[in-house]
């Protein structure tokens, strides 16, 4: 409906022909096998491979590091393909790879760090996860348990993660972790964990009730030892301070998702409403459904507006933690709002798992919820209007 005004002409064409491969990239090697995916709760290892062979992983990491050095609209293309497309599953571990462990390792991570992990990342030769929530501290992270003792040259750290998006197939993993449990939220460190460690085990792939080709997972930690450079940075006690600088791209990321799952939900409604019969003439035609699809269209719309400002901040190194969590807060809201207006439209065929407007409205509902729930988000933004 807009043109996204904050990029050139020149930028515009690349970036509609990186989409347009990834798109065929889309059709070939991931619509004839989703299914399957969804069925055996994770997508293969080798997809992570062959997307990082063409180029469709990390595009914004330096070439430094292996990756292409593009602008982020680049890595944002394809979480906007893909959540279009419909699928979600794969873009909530993807996103955890791409755009959420790539930025720790660039800005807090020591040269070693960066060395070692971004290029297999960027191959998508080692696949990455975050390990932030455990069974009794999910909003409140400061509640966590899990600790990570000095022992010599090597921590050892005990304790678990639940809920970890990756955790089937990740190489490496982004712990938190208390290395002083006096010390609050200063006490808070983030190690780079291989998962070869001894010590590190993986718990089953749990059972969600949507995103169902994305694997999430409980992780569990006995005396694992892992060296002293496995510190993120070098620094311990910095974990919060990492944590609260990156959680806006976090944010922003999954308001790109939110935004075009939404604009992918109107796209399978649009065609079905035009098909189906009822009362002699289309379903399309119906007042009710034109002012329905007019109203979800501006929506979304008034959301790319909000999402394209956002971008254009975080482009500057201007996103503010309030702007990125007003936008996650909207955007998984207008996604919920639009999936089940939209899912309606169906009527009866809404409701079976095989029509796609039914898999974008349970692959919907836990935009709300990770990524910080929308009530924290709320607590955010009310904090920056009241000072607390
Ligand atoms: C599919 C999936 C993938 C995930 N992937 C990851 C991952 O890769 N890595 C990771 O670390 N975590 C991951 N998570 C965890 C996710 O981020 C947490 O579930 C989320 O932050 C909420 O924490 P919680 O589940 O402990 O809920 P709780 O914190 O127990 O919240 C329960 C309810 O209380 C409300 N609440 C809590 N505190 C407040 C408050 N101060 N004011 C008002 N209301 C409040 C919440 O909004 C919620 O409604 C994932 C979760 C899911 C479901």
Redesign the pocket.
């Known amino acids: 409906m807009l043109t996204n005004h904050f990029l050139s002409a020149e930028a515009r064409a690349e970036l509609a022909l990186f989409t347009d491969a990834l798109d065929r990239f889309c059709a070939a090697e991931i619509e004839p096998h989703y299914r399957d995916w969804e069925k055996a709760g994770q997508v293969p290892r080798a997809l992570f491979q062959q997307m990082g062979e063409q180029g469709f992983l990390c595009a914004d990491v330096p070439e430094a590091y292996g990756g292409a050095g593009a602008s982020v609209d680049f890595s944002f293309a394809v979480v906007e393909v893909l959540s279009r497309r419909g699928y979600a599953g794969l873009v909530?571990g993807l996103q955890?790879h791409t755009d959420i462990i790539p930025p720790y390792l660039l800005h807090c991570g020591t040269e070693a760090q960066r060395q070692h992990w971004l290029p297999k990342m960027v191959r998508g030769e080692a696949i990455a996860?975050?390990?932030?929530?455990e069974p009794g501290?999910?909003?409140?992270l400061k509640a966590l348990r899990t600790t990570a003792r000095r022992d010599g040259d090597h921590y050892v750290i005990n304790g678990s993660?639940i809920?970890?998006?990756?955790g089937q197939n990740c190489d490496l993993l982004v712990l938190a972790a208390k290395t002083d449990a006096s010390a609050g939220a200063k006490g808070v460190s983030l190690f780079l964990v291989d998962t070869t460690t001894p010590g590190f085990s993986r718990g089953k792939n749990l059972e969600?009730i949507g995103?169902h080709a994305?694997d999430?997972s409980e992780l569990f930690f006995e005396d694992m030892r892992v060296p002293a450079d496995a510190l993120l940075g070098g620094m311990e006690g910095q974990g919060f301070v990492q944590m609260m600088r990156e959680l806006p791209r976090e944010r922003l990321v999954i308001g790109v998702q939110g935004l075009h799952a939404a604009k992918g939900a109107l796209d399978v409604t649009l065609k079905y409403v035009q098909e189906r019969q009822a009362f002699g003439q289309s379903v399309g035609q119906f007042q009710n459904t034109r002012f329905t699809l007019a109203g979800v269209a501006t929506e979304i719309a008034a959301g790319e507006a909000f999402l394209n400002a956002c971008t254009e901040a975080y482009r500057r190194g201007e996103l503010t933690p309030e702007a990125a969590s007003a936008l996650k807060l909207h955007a998984s809201e207008l996604l919920g709002r639009v999936a089940d207006t939209c899912l309606q439209l169906f009527g009866g065929y809404g409701y079976m798992a095989e029509y796609p407007i039914a898999r974008f409205w349970t692959d919907a509902r836990?935009l709300r919820?990770?990524?910080?729930?929308?009530?924290?988000m709320k607590?955010l933004v009310a904090r920056s209007l009241l000072g607390r």
């Open positions: 909530g955890v996860a975050i390990g932030m929530t501290a999910g909003s409140d993660k809920f970890i998006s990756n969600k995103q994305g999430t836990v919820i990770y990524g910080g729930t929308s009530e924290i607590e």
